[in-house]
Nanobody, 116 residues
Framework: QVQLVESGGGLVQPGGSLRLSCAASGFTFRLYDMSWYRQAPGKERELVAVITRVGGSTNYADSVKGRFTISRDNAKNTVYLQMNSLKFEDTAVYFC?????????WGQGTQVTVSS
């Protein structure tokens, strides 16, 4: 059974940090490109960051460059999103995504709320 389980979300003040984790199971994690997406209320889901399966290359949305870092640990079947200098506009549900060939898996999401 394929599972992607996100954790680490919560309430944080502007300027604060959070580290999201996504634990994968039920598939060969190292073969998959892993991404974080987010969806704010009333908005479409958007790509935040991606890390490739080969070489671990990364790419980021312009809105998070320099503040967020995606990483993966293939030994632990886990992908992370370190989020620093959080802003009000980072408030959203954050989703983990795994893609390889025609296989495309999603987690259930974790809420991140940036509020003073």
């Amino acid at each position: 059974q394929v599972q992607l389980v996100e954790s680490g979300g919560g309430l944080v003040q502007p300027g604060g940090s959070l580290r999201l984790s996504c634990a994968a199971s039920g598939f060969t994690f190292r073969l998959y490109d892993m991404s974080w997406y987010r969806q704010a209320p009333g908005k479409e889901r958007e790509l935040v960051a991606v890390i490739t399966r080969v070489g671990g290359s990364t790419n980021y949305a312009d809105s998070v460059k320099g503040r967020f870092t995606i990483s993966r640990d293939n030994a632990k079947n886990t992908v992370y999103l370190q989020m620093n200098s959080l802003k009000f506009e980072d408030t959203a549900v954050y989703f983990c995504n795994a893609v390889w060939s025609t296989w495309d898996y999603w987690g259930q999401g974790t809420q991140v709320t940036v509020s003073s």
